[in-house]
């Protein structure tokens, strides 16, 4: 790098041959990170709502996996994976509120399988009180068919849940949303 006086300050001007090895880093750089994003994210597919609907089949609170028959079923999300040996990505976010103070589940389900795949769970200590529980579950695809992720949500014991909202209506004018999300990642 050769140098120039500017006002009294030395100044490193680059040389022709200083630029190119720069340039091609920078070429080299932006085609990993190209190549990196590539083998990243393949595709993203949700649900989001905000509607208010209610439950009254509970999900138990034991050390037994929830099946498919428990909980109310809120919301569903379809993907078609693109190659059965990536990775699927399921992130659930629900709000819940319940009438007594049982625990509030919500279980993630696949197609018509039994067993839950997946749970979250808050304890809700106040009557109509509750709260947002959030989980992601990380599984290979298994598949290039359709494939449905069901959210089935439940008190443990002897209530009625409100899915947005409270005590069966709406709360922040509809605004306060549930979602599943499934991104699709390459191995």
């Excluded at 085609?31 to 089949?57: H, I, Y």
């Excluded at 947002?132 to 443990?156: E, N, Q, W």
Aim: glycine share 10%.
């Amino acid at each position: 790098m050769a140098d120039s006086k500017i006002s009294g300050l030395t100044v490193g001007v680059p040389l022709a041959t200083d630029i190119i090895p720069y340039v091609d880093l920078v070429a080299v750089a932006t085609k990993k990170a190209l190549v990196s994003s590539v083998r990243g994210l393949v595709q993203s597919v949700g649900t989001e709502t905000g509607a208010v609907n209610t439950g009254t089949t509970t999900i138990s609170f034991t050390d037994a996996i929830p099946t498919i028959s428990q909980g109310t079923e809120f919301m569903t999300a379809t993907i078609t994976p693109l190659n059965a040996s990536h990775i699927l990505e399921i992130t659930v976010t629900v709000f819940l509120t319940s009438t007594n103070t049982p625990w509030l589940i919500a279980a993630l389900f696949q197609d018509a399988v039994t067993n839950a795949l997946a749970v979250g769970a808050t304890f809700n200590n106040l009557s109509t009180a509750g709260g947002m529980i959030t989980f992601t579950h990380r599984m290979t695809a298994g598949t290039t068919s359709a494939t449905t992720f069901r959210v089935r949500c439940g008190p443990s014991a002897a209530a009625t849940i409100t899915f947005n909202g409270q005590s069966g209506g709406r709360i922040f004018g509809g605004v306060l949303a549930s979602s599943i999300l499934i991104k699709e990642l390459a191995a």
